[in-house]
């Protein structure tokens, strides 16, 4: 009997613990099951499931998630996309991401964002600070939001959107060294200094302007319809 007791723990004992983490968003816990069913049993993931740091894509608009708690462990990440969510708060974010859509959540504040990102769309949010932006940013959304503060932007910014963001001047940009695109309609700054030389598209429809700033040589598109 001792023998057969023995040999009976020894087998429980010798069977590998799965990592579990409580996902406590039951939407955000049955979309991960979708993404990675294999390591997604209910609300629990098991975060050292291969497929987890696997997953290079998760597409999370619209699903009225209010809590990300278990998305740091989605390290392999390099597509990532929040829109249209009331959440206010998120989790540390992959080290790989190179696009990030936080558009139209409740976010007051920006995440901590990896390096490389190339990428974010952070429209309509409560966001008022931008500053201490990723080094490798090539396009930067902020429409709708009423900006406070503008920092100095990556000196690798090409496409730069600032519509309706409540700017009665125009804001001073810095930082960017070859800035392709600039939208800032539905601003009413009502007059413009000497554009970036780099520009080749300028929108700012609905800005009041009273006439038009120097061009610059290379400039192929413009639009200041009132």
Do not use: K
């Not at 009331?86 to 995440?111: C, H, K, M, R, Y």
């Amino acid at each position: 009997m001792r023998a057969l007791l023995f040999i009976s723990l020894f087998i429980v004992c010798a069977v590998p613990l799965v990592a579990q983490v409580t996902i406590p968003d039951l939407m955000f816990a049955a979309q991960l099951e979708l993404a990675v069913p294999d390591a997604v049993n209910g609300d629990q993931l098991d975060d050292q499931h291969p497929s987890v740091a696997a997953l290079t894509y998760l597409d999370l608009q619209g699903f009225g998630i209010s809590n990300f708690t278990g998305l740091e462990y989605f390290t392999g990440l390099t597509w990532l996309s929040l829109r249209d969510n009331p959440v206010t708060f998120l989790p540390a974010l992959g080290p790989n991401l190179v696009f990030l859509d936080i558009s139209q959540t409740l976010l007051t504040e920006l995440p901590v964002m990896p390096d490389g990102l190339e990428h974010l769309n952070a429209q309509l949010t409560s966001i008022t600070v931008f500053e201490d932006l990723p080094p490798a940013l090539t396009t930067l959304d902020l429409g709708g939001n009423t900006i406070g503060q503008l920092g100095v932007l990556p000196s690798t910014l090409e496409n730069l959107y600032l519509d309706d963001c409540g700017f009665t001047a125009f804001p001073l940009i810095q930082g960017p060294t070859s800035l392709l695109l600039l939208h800032m309609s539905y601003n009413p700054i009502q007059s413009a200094p000497d554009l970036p030389l780099t520009l080749i598209e300028w929108e700012c429809s609905q800005c009041g302007l009273a006439q038009l700033p120097v061009l610059p040589p290379q400039l192929q598109w413009l639009s200041v319809n009132d």
